[in-house]
């Protein structure tokens, strides 16, 4: 099984340019997060779903956009980068029972010039 | 507010040696406390869990001790061998809520031949 996919795995962009950050996965966890993680300060939840149509603000919303129209797909959107959107970008999934783990992708690692 | 503190941010140790990572939490309804472990380039993977209701959990040469009245836990590696160098990161979720994860700051371990 391939779990969670994210890409690209790299990217530069330039302040004010938007993009899409994918993620899939092949699990049918109905759970599904995003994450962003900077140096000495951990993983931040971007935002979270719930199920197919469900989403929801995380600790660190603010730039980003979140649509889940499929349980495979919980694609992350950047509409103006700024500098301070300069991070490692995870998602991740789970299973709806309590106390399940969550399964990682590799991550995008994404530059704002 | 960080709910989760971490330490220490960096250990250096030798090989068959015991590292210890230390974690405090401040919500009190947390009840699932699970260890991530990070290679670079990958993203975090399970490594151990806890729930409240036991003082100590031991898989292999990774245990788990947790103290509900300090509200601490820990995590020691016995026999640290140069292959456990990697990022490690406490976290603590609710009982529902979407098994959200409040993730600590993360301590990159170096074991020394």
């Known amino acids: 099984n391939a779990g969670v996919t994210q890409t690209p795995k790299f990217r530069i962009l330039k302040i004010g340019q938007s993009m899409t950050l994918q993620c899939t996965q092949d699990?049918?966890?109905?759970?599904m997060y995003w994450y962003r993680q900077d140096p000495g300060m951990g993983l931040k939840l971007i935002y979270y779903?719930?199920?197919?149509?469900?989403?929801d603000k995380g600790e660190v919303p603010n730039g980003y956009n979140v649509s889940r129209s499929t349980t495979e797909d919980f694609p992350l959107r950047l509409e103006l980068a700024a500098p301070s959107q300069t991070s490692v970008y995870f998602c991740?999934?789970?299973?709806?029972?309590?106390?399940?783990?969550?399964?990682f992708g590799d991550g995008t690692r994404l530059s704002i010039l | 507010q960080q709910q989760v503190k971490q330490s220490p941010q960096s250990l250096i140790v030798q090989k068959g040696g015991i590292s210890i990572i230390n974690c405090a939490y401040e919500?009190?309804?947390?009840?699932?406390f699970p260890w991530y472990q990070q290679f670079p380039g990958k993203g975090p993977a399970l490594l151990i869990a806890?729930?409240?209701?036991?003082s100590e959990k031991k898989e292999g040469r990774f245990t788990i001790s947790f103290n509900k009245s300090a509200k601490q836990f820990s995590l020691h590696i016995m026999d640290s061998q140069p292959g456990d160098s990697a990022t490690y990161f406490c976290?603590?979720?609710?009982?529902?809520?979407?098994?959200?994860?409040?993730f600590g700051t993360g301590t990159q371990l170096k074991v020394e031949l």
């Open positions: 991740a999934s789970t299973g709806t029972g309590s106390n399940q783990p969550q399964h």
């Open positions: 699990m049918n966890h109905n759970y």
């Open positions: 919500n009190t309804a947390f009840d699932y």
């Open positions: 976290a603590a979720s609710l009982q529902g809520g979407g098994n959200k994860l409040t």
């Open positions: 806890i729930r409240p209701d036991v």
């Open positions: 779903s719930v199920g197919a149509g469900i989403t």
